[in-house]
């Protein structure tokens, strides 16, 4: 049974528009996962109060037979194999991949909550997100209508190619 899926994707180190269509292409090669599409990709400035650069980011809509805790596993190994270290926390990355909806599946586990619990807050999310998806599951069941995320967003370039 196949499962639709949002992920959200981002760098702010090296070239970060390779590294998000490296990222991409590595999750298409995953076993299980199908990618689908891709949201336009947006430059954004860094959250968390770090002096760091500024991030692209993008969303991908995959079809995949992983169960959550699996596909966060592959996005996991993904990161890691492009050098994402985690060192410090919402500091800068290679690559960011985060599991932001799985199908209409609500999971609190210690290492994974879905709906991605502060998708909503964070326009880096919810503009790309909402080019693929205009009516996403949010955390809580919070209508997208009502959702004022905050960040400064600016249109960087495509989106990403999918390699089938």
């Not at 298409?28 to 954004?44: F, K, P, Q």
């Not at 502060?118 to 080019?131: A, D, G, K, T």
Request: charged content about 25%; glycine content about 8%.
């Amino acid at each position: 049974m196949s499962t639709r899926a949002f992920l959200g994707i981002g760098s702010n180190l090296g070239d970060r528009r390779a590294n998000l269509q490296r990222g991409a292409d590595l999750l298409a090669a995953c076993a299980g996962i199908d990618l689908m599409a891709s949201s336009r990709v947006y430059e954004t400035d860094p959250v968390g109060g770090i002096d760091q650069p500024d991030f692209l980011n993008a969303v991908l809509e995959i079809e995949t037979d992983l169960s959550a805790s699996n596909l966060l596993a592959r996005c996991s190994e993904v990161e890691a194999g492009l050098g994402r270290t985690r060192e410090i926390h919402w500091g800068p990355r290679t690559l960011d991949i985060d599991l932001l909806i799985y199908d209409a599946a609500e999971i609190a586990e210690p290492d994974l909550i879905v709906p991605h619990p502060r998708m909503h807050e964070r326009s880096f999310v919810m503009m790309p997100l909402l080019e693929l998806e205009p009516h996403p599951m949010l955390p809580g069941g919070i209508p997208p209508a009502d959702v004022e995320p905050e960040g400064d967003v600016r249109l960087f370039g495509p989106p990403l190619e999918i390699k089938r």
